[in-house]
């Protein structure tokens, strides 16, 4: 599934390509939308350009000249593609703008029910973007304020760092990938960490989240840039999807268990169940 660092890459691409654009239609194709406000979102949309584009954790926001946006949630396999650049033919798609110049921004392999139309002065205090807890690109994402949320925390720490209420934006790929860097077990009590060990996670996911934005995001599953391009995130993973197979650091074969129902990959020895010291470190990083 998309997370933050892929859906950042979206709205930094849709902002250079989109801003100012005039939409010229909106055709709806999803056969069973009768709760999608088609007729509203075409008086929001046709005639009028696009003058923002902005993210709420996972989720995109385009706004429209005239006070409306649309929230769009790329759920598993989401794809939103530009034609041209992209040349080739989006899949299943469910809604398409279409801008003066010909332009066309569509998205596919998502229901209509994930796509929402509001206000725009009302997206905020929405409820699904209003819950979503601090975003961890933000300078006042500091170990402070990690701290602070995980002393409450008594379920796993992966699960914590899911908990879209909590931490905006993290899923179920880059939380591995960052309790590695951090060398803790995912099923350790959140509320259990120490001071050194909060620090190191918390670096640890500034760090990782920039790894995925400089590799272009992860498309092991369905996603792609808005040109159709690939990101190249999954090539690197040191511990997603690599059960059975020697740790990179340790050469510890690594695990496969579930946390919280959801398919969680680890070293077994890089990241005792124990609290560790902070001496020894898989991480690429020194920062701490
Ligand atoms: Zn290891």
Same mark, same amino acid.
């Given at each position: ?32 939308? @009768?709760?999608? #406000? %088609? +007729?509203? *979102? ?13 993210? $709420? ?67 905020? @205090?929405?409820? #699904? %973007? +209003?819950? *979503? ?13 990690? $701290? ?141």
């Amino acid at each position: 599934m998309p997370e933050l660092p892929e859906v950042e890459i979206l709205r930094e691409e849709l902002r250079r390509e989109v801003i100012g654009r005039r939409m010229k239609e909106v055709a709806v194709f999803e056969k069973t939308a @009768s709760q999608f #406000p %088609v +007729a509203q *979102l075409r008086e929001a949309a046709e005639g009028r350009a696009i003058v923002g584009v902005r993210r $709420r954790g996972k989720m995109l926001i385009l706004d429209f000249e005239g006070g409306c946006s649309l929230i769009i949630h790329l759920m598993m396999v989401g794809q939103l593609l530009l034609s041209p650049p992209f040349t080739g033919e989006p899949r299943d798609i469910c809604l398409e703008l279409k801008f003066a110049d010909r332009v066309r921004l569509t998205l596919g392999q998502v229901r209509l029910k994930y796509v929402h139309l509001l206000p725009t002065a009302e997206v905020d @205090s929405w409820p #699904p %973007v +209003a819950k *979503l807890g601090i975003d961890p690109l933000e300078e006042s994402f500091t170990v402070d304020l990690l $701290r602070r949320l995980f002393a409450k925390k008594r379920g796993a720490i992966k699960t914590t760092l899911m908990d879209q209420t909590a931490i905006a934006g993290l899923g179920n790929v880059y939380t591995d990938e960052i309790l590695f860097r951090a060398r803790l077990h995912p099923q350790r009590r959140a509320s259990d960490l120490s001071e050194e060990e909060v620090k190191r996670l918390h670096a640890s996911i500034v760090a990782e989240l920039q790894r995925g934005l400089e590799l272009g995001g992860s498309s092991e599953m369905a996603f792609l840039h808005l040109d159709g391009s690939e990101g190249c995130y999954q090539e690197s993973f040191q511990v997603k999807g690599r059960k059975g197979r020697p740790c990179l650091v340790c050469a510890t074969p690594i695990e496969r268990i579930k946390v919280g129902g959801r398919g969680t990959y680890f070293c077994p020895q890089c990241q005792s169940s124990s609290q560790s010291s902070s001496s020894s470190s898989p991480s690429q990083s020194s920062s701490s």
